[in-house]
């Protein structure tokens, strides 16, 4: 069955400095499961480029394998747009960016396509401080192959087979301060007031820009006990098992800066979120690991703006590249002629 966005949009919508609507920067309708917190994030960054009045077409949307990696479908219908090879995406955004530096590059990826297979990639995107915004769109498991714990579950975690993890989570937003990111946060799928600012922040800042968004998966945030786990499920059905996905409703929340929330998953489990305070110092990257851990001592998700470098140097800048896009260099300056070409080999020898 397939679904088809209606053309038509109410006359009144209000419309950026572009004199565009918000219309102008929707996808496709969203195949996720019902409730998914990776919609909530696709519609941040939609309302995120509109308000900051980004033109769509000066867009471009990459990603690599899994749930997280579909979500450029959903948002920004207009811009460009490259789905990589499974942990593969750093590679593509980092020869983009250094193609065209005039675009605006959004990352979506998540734990499994950052955390493990693509780590290698994503430690050396943070390292050249490639000038994009990467968003992980992070859930603890694999969505798109049945629920396995992904590198970021939590020790101890119950996953939907009733077994509970062993081993300790990667703690991204601790990774990317301690490898030297320039712009590292938080933040919860649910929490539009608190999204939506951050990827504006990110997407204005001259570098790497990182953002951690924990969202729940609502079809593995199961286990056995639960009477929406699959083998509860299962076990009520008169006929030949099928894997079933519920309707949920979408997890939000609002709180204020400096205080903490708990927030109840749909499988009754509660995470605890708490925000960074208004006076909380973004310039000191050691105060931000220290405040990150404490966090997690004490079982809290700390969110909000980590780390600010304003001071930073991207990639371009750093190699002393182009300032124009490669498509846009003519043909006098992409072949200078030999007198050039011999006065640039002399002074290299």
């Known amino acids: 069955m397939s679904y088809i966005k209606p053309k038509f949009r109410h006359p009144g919508l209000p419309r950026n400095a572009l004199g565009i609507t918000v219309a102008e920067y929707d996808g496709a309708i969203s195949t996720l ?6 919609d909530s994030i696709s519609a941040a960054i939609r309302n995120a480029c509109f308000l900051s009045s980004i033109p769509p077409h000066r867009i471009a949307k990459l990603s690599g394998i899994g749930c997280s990696s579909k979500m450029p ?36 990826s998540g734990d499994g396509d950052t955390a493990s297979i693509g780590m290698g990639q994503f430690i050396h995107l943070i390292r050249r401080n490639v000038n994009m915004t990467y ?7 694999y969505g798109l192959t049945k629920g396995q714990d992904s590198a970021t579950a939590d020790l101890g975690s119950i996953s939907k087979s009733g077994a509970a993890n062993s081993f300790d989570g ?47 998966c609502v079809t593995f945030n199961n286990h056995v006990g639960s009477t929406k786990s699959y083998a509860q499920t299962r076990e009520h059905l008169d006929v030949m098992p099928l894997d079933y996905v519920p309707m949920r409703d979408e ?18 489990s509660v995470i605890q979120l708490r925000k960074a305070s208004v006076d909380y110092q973004t310039d000191d990257r050691n105060a931000a690991m220290l405040a990150v851990q404490e966090a997690h001592d004490d079982g809290r998700i700390l ?32 072949c200078p002629g030999s007198k050039v070409l011999n006065s640039i080999n002399e002074g290299l020898r």
């Open 33 to 38: 499961c019902a409730g998914c917190g990776h």
């Open 73 to 108: 479908t959903y948002f920004l219908g207009k811009s460009h747009g490259f789905n990589s090879v499974h942990g593969r995406m750093p590679s593509v955004a980092t020869g983009a960016s250094l193609a065209n530096r005039d675009l605006t590059y959004i990352g979506v």
């Open 135 to 141: 968003i992980v769109a992070n859930n603890g498991c």
């Open 170 to 216: 990667i703690d991204l937003a601790s990774l990317a301060l301690l490898q030297g990111a320039s712009f590292v946060a938080r933040s919860f799928s649910g929490d539009k007031e608190q999204l939506e600012p951050l990827f504006r922040a990110a997407m204005a800042h001259n570098g790497f820009a990182f953002i951690d968004v924990v969202s729940p």
């Open 251 to 268: 997890i939000r929340t609002q709180y204020d800066a400096g205080t903490s929330r708990g927030v109840t998953l749909h499988d009754g």
């Open 303 to 334: 969110t909000g703006l980590l780390f600010l470098d304003p001071n930073t140097q991207d990639l371009n800048q750093n190699l002393k590249l182009a300032g124009k896009p490669l498509n846009e260099l003519s043909t006098d300056e992409l």
